[in-house]
């Protein structure tokens, strides 16, 4: 299929590029020294934990904080991720080539999408293992590890379309990584709004991605936010497609 040709065009593209190694370096290099804080903050308290009845075992205290931060972290790489998806295309005048070959719009965008994505599923992969490592030592609580990958698995999905269609709106991966970085800021921060207990603010809350992403750091596995992720990435996703039509060669 030529969703998978795309795919593998981009992802190969990806790993050409000195960017996306670097990324992954700096991205494990600052997950990994979190990880580390937290098991050290884990062992000054574990004596005090074990005095307490049913006190919050090592998913709580390491592993939480840990997809947490991750997702801030993502926040801040996706737009350097995304930038070039389209605009890159745009600015090279490739982006002709493409689309006068013979696939549709749908197409073009999902194998795009699909590239950037297996991107952030191998550093989400090779995140996983440092969990995994307490395995060897502690009472790992694989359910909430698991709700926790999912939801930044969601997350990340969620940043990726909207990354790629606000590259699709302009011929500068500068301007892209910047308007990406500013909408992917927003819809984090409205959970701010949402804590104001007021009626009005209750909209902002369900729109918030952070609110989405608490429960299933605590193990709480919701078909609510799960449709949320999926409805954003979906809806990201159409405008790009819609974009990418509005912009096609006459045939």
């Not at 006190?55 to 790489?77: F, K, Q, R, T, Y």
């Not at 490592?133 to 997350?155: H, R």
């Amino acid at each position: 299929m030529m969703i998978f040709t795309i795919a593998a065009r981009e992802i190969r593209s990806l790993f050409l590029s000195p960017l996306a190694w670097a990324i992954l370096a700096v991205t494990l290099f600052i997950l990994a020294y979190l990880f580390l804080s937290q098991i050290e903050a884990y062992t000054l308290l574990q004596p005090r934990l074990a005095a307490l009845q049913a006190a919050p075992g090592v998913s709580d205290i390491v592993v939480a904080p840990l997809l947490g931060d991750a997702a801030v972290v993502l926040l801040l790489i996706t737009p350097l991720v995304t930038m070039r998806t389209l605009s890159e295309e745009r600015r090279s005048r490739t982006i002709s080539l493409l689309l006068s070959a013979p696939v549709s719009m749908t197409e073009i965008i999902l194998g795009k999408y699909l590239g950037v994505l297996t991107f952030f599923l191998i550093l989400i992969g090779m995140l996983a293992l440092m969990p995994l490592s307490l395995l060897a030592g502690t009472d790992l609580d694989l359910g909430k590890l698991a709700a926790g990958l999912l939801g930044l698995t969601l997350v990340v999905a969620a940043f990726a379309a909207i990354g790629l269609f606000m590259s699709s709106l302009t011929e500068q991966p500068t301007v892209a990584a910047v308007t990406t970085f500013g909408l992917l800021l927003l819809l984090w921060i409205l959970d701010w709004a949402g804590n104001s207990g007021l009626d009005t603010s209750n909209l902002l809350a369900y729109l918030s991605m952070l609110r989405h992403y608490e429960p299933l750091l605590k193990g709480l596995f919701s078909s609510t936010d799960v449709g949320y992720y999926l409805l954003v990435t979906t809806l990201f996703l159409g405008f790009s497609i819609r974009r990418l039509d509005a912009t096609r060669l006459p045939h």
